[in-house]
Structures are given as C-alpha cells and as structure tokens.
C-alpha cells in the first residue's frame, strides 16, 4: 500500500475498532484504544491506535495525532511500571516498504529487555492466557 491509499474501512484494526474483531484491551477512550498486539515482538508489545479513520502519519489531522502521541506516553509509562523493561522501544511505520501491514495509524509500544532477543515483527502468536496476564499488569498501572 503506498503512502497516499485509500484508508480500507475494513483494515483489521477497523475490525477491533468496531468489535467484529476480538482484541486484549489495555485502554479505551473516546478516542484511543490500546490493546496488546497479537504477535508481540517481545513480552508487553502494546499497540495504540486512534478512533479517527487514518492509514498513517501523514494523513491523520495534527490534533488527533497529538492526542495519539500522548496516549502512547500514558501506556508506555504503564508499561514501564508494570513490566520494568531496561527500554522501550516506540515504533510507527508509514507504507508497506517502511514495514506497515496494517493501514490503520498506531505506535507501537515495545519493551526491551537488556539480555533478550526482540522477536520479528509481526511474528509468532501470542499465547491469549498471557497476554491477559499482561494487559491485566499494565492495566493496574493506568
Ligand atoms: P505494522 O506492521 O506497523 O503495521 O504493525 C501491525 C501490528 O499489528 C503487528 O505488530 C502485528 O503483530 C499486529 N497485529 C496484526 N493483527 C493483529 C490482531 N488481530 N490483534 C493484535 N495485533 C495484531
């Protein structure tokens, strides 16, 4: 998908969006939700997207990536308490040859571990019982 696409109302994040799709929610408000991302690179990858129907950085209207950048702060600051990475990577890709899959604006939240090797993006699968477990660790630190 190149950088000027359409946005597709039936992206999979639309599909979380709307609840056709199921998704471990950490956060939801009027206008982010974060949720853990399925194939995590490393244990907490959290992803934080908008409400407002955008594919990427450049076509999402400055307020509304203004709000996105500082929900992003919110649930890495969670991540950071509950999980006590050494770092935390945040990471946005615009257009499929950037590494984008899915065109629906998000950052992505991904704790580092100093002796541990970061999984590929987009990845294995997680395990639904621990992402629980961690969307449930996170959450208490919202
Ligand atoms: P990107 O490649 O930057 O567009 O990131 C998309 C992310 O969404 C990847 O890290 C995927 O692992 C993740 N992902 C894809 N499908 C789902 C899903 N159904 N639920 C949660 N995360 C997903």
């Known amino acids: 998908m ?8 039936k992206n999979i994040f639309a599909k979380i969006l709307s609840g056709d799709i199921p998704s471990v929610k950490v956060y939801e408000d009027e206008r982010t ?4 991302d399925a194939f995590p690179q490393s244990k907490g990858h959290t992803l934080v997207i908008p409400k407002v129907p955008a594919c990427n950085l450049f076509d999402i209207a400055q307020d509304d990536l203004q709000d996105l950048i500082v ?4 649930i890495g600051r969670a991540v950071r308490d ?4 050494d770092g935390i990577r945040i990471a946005q890709f615009n257009g499929e040859p950037a590494g984008q899959t899915v065109f629906h604006i998000h950052f992505h939240v991904i ?7 970061l999984g590929r993006h ?6 639904i019982n621990e992402l629980n477990d961690l969307a449930a660790k996170i959450k208490a630190k919202l």
Do not use: C, H, R, V
């Not at 929900?71 to 919110?74: I, N, S």
């Not at 509950?82 to 990475?85: G, N």
């Not at 987009?122 to 395990?127: F, N, S, V, Y």
């Open 2 to 9: 190149s950088l000027s696409a359409q946005y597709d109302p």
């Open 33 to 36: 939700l974060s949720f853990m």
């Open 71 to 74: 929900k992003t702060q919110t």
């Open 82 to 85: 509950a999980l006590m990475p």
């Open 111 to 117: 704790p580092i571990w100093a002796n541990a090797t």
């Open 122 to 127: 987009g990845g294995e699968m997680a395990d």
